[in-house]
Nanobody, 118 residues
Framework: EVRLVESGGGWVQPGGSLRLSCAAS????????MSWLRQAPGKDLIWVST????????YYSDSVKGRFTISRDNAKNALYLQLNRLKTEDTGTYYC???????????RGQGTKVTVSS
């Protein structure tokens, strides 16, 4: 059974930083691409970033490119998202998901909430 558990969310002022983590279990983590998705209050779930299985390729939505960095540690079955220069519009619940960023996937965690406000 795929299990994904996010952590690291919280409240931060605009311009601040956070690091999100995702602990994965129940599948061969090192063989799968992994993604982060986000759902802002009252809005649809959107794709944020994806990293290839080996960690050698990463992709970002235009809204976060240059500010967020996705990474992974296959030895620890862990996925990360470094959020820098945060904006109020980055507020939402961030989900770790198995695969290439299909927002319809059921294989995602329960999410960690990020609030960016002054």
């Amino acid at each position: 059974e795929v299990r994904l558990v996010e952590s690291g969310g919280g409240w931060v002022q605009p311009g601040g930083s956070l690091r999100l983590s995702c602990a994965a279990s129940g599948f061969d983590f090192s063989s799968d691409a992994m993604s982060w998705l986000r759902q802002a209050p009252g809005k649809d779930l959107i794709w944020v970033s994806t990293i290839a299985a080996g960690g050698d390729e990463s992709y970002y939505s235009d809204s976060v490119k240059g500010r967020f960095t996705i990474s992974r540690d296959n030895a620890k079955n862990a996925l990360y998202l470094q959020l820098n220069r945060l904006k109020t519009e980055d507020t939402g619940t961030y989900y770790c998901a198995k695969g290439w960023g299909n927002i319809a996937t059921p294989e995602r965690g329960q999410g960690t909430k990020v609030t960016v406000s002054s």
